[in-house]
């Protein structure tokens, strides 16, 4: 059992690793729109500007290297090590050394802002509003996403009535008084979540790329069928887990089978995140010869190159710049509280794992705590 909890955490956070490293320190940059977060200039493709630029690149990439090798390193080493509660914490503190790669980032960020300044680059561009497209460009249908979450919620429905004796299929279930319950719950309660993510998604204010409003509406549109397609076959892996995990705990008690559909479960999630990353790149090579307008440059509104605060923009959500997806505006009133409410969470989650760890709860070899040494 214990060779499969390494294996899961493997799994999860090597390929994690180096998605993050490929996606925000990529080998050529001059080809992206944005490096560090900070929208390309023509400035800085000028023979000084460029050798500067090459070197702020180049150093921080190789930082982001080394952190993202010692997290393969690490993670092969542990693989090795007896799992024990101090083990298991150094495997879930390993998830947030990973996100340190972004401090190579945010570094790249602040320098490629000085060179603007020492450039003389200002403030340019225009905002422009599409007002054929705004507030129409859709691509999620509701009822495709809504469909695996209710087949969770019969599922969910159906362990509890199990859990609880109110079904009788065998006169007794292999798993434990209540597991179902808790499992199903847990489950269920991810696919609450995608419902929301997506129609957050969904709506998100669409880009203006270009002068001719069909290229907008099809870059948009785009872009959301790809955000919809990918959480609504997260809802479907969720859902039919849920199920054929709920079914197979009534007739077969195993660690193994419920650290196997685990492990199945995460490696289906990370394939179909996959898919949706490279749809995405997909659709920026695709559009990138259409994009024919002078943006407005609003480099200094993201802090870092991750955060995004503009007391100015009334909107709640953006899209990110490092990474995929969207992020959200800390000036808007929702997202301070959100931004707090999220480092709460990651600090009390971090204590609560020492603690854990300090007190032997995170021992696994035996059936007995043994305090952390």
Known sequence: ???????????????????????????????????????????????????????????????????????????????????????????????????????????????????????????????????????????????????????????????VLVDFGVIRIVENIACEKYALTAMSLSFFSLAVLFVPIAIVMDRTRNMVISKDSNVNANYNRAKKKTWADLLTAMSWVNALFLIGYSILSIFLSSDMVALGGVLVYTVLIMVIVIIGVVNQRAIENRYERDTDLELQDDDDNWIFGMFYYNPNDTRLNVEKRFGYGATINVAHPAGKVIMVITALLLLGSVIILIYLAVTGQMNTNTGINVPFK
């Open 1 to 159: 059992m214990t060779w499969l909890i390494k294996v899961i955490m493997f799994v999860c956070i090597v390929p994690s690793a180096l998605a993050l490293f490929a996606i925000g320190f990529p080998a050529s940059p001059e080809k992206r729109k944005m490096i560090f977060g900070v929208r390309d200039n023509p400035k800085f493709h000028e023979p000084e500007a460029a050798h500067k630029v090459k070197d702020i690149v180049s150093s921080n990439r190789r930082a982001a290297f080394i952190i993202t090798a010692a997290v393969c390193l690490i993670s092969i080493i542990l693989l090795f090590l007896p799992t024990t509660g101090i083990t298991l914490l150094a495997w879930t503190l390993l998830v947030f050394v990973m996100l340190l790669v972004s401090i190579p980032y945010g570094k790249g960020n602040t320098e490629l802002k000085s060179l603007k300044k020492e450039l003389g680059i200002t403030k340019s561009g225009i905002v422009y509003t599409d007002l054929t497209n705004a507030n129409v460009v859709h691509a999620l249908k509701l009822p495709r996403i809504i469909l695996p979450n209710a087949v969770a919620l019969i599922g969910t429905v159906f362990a």
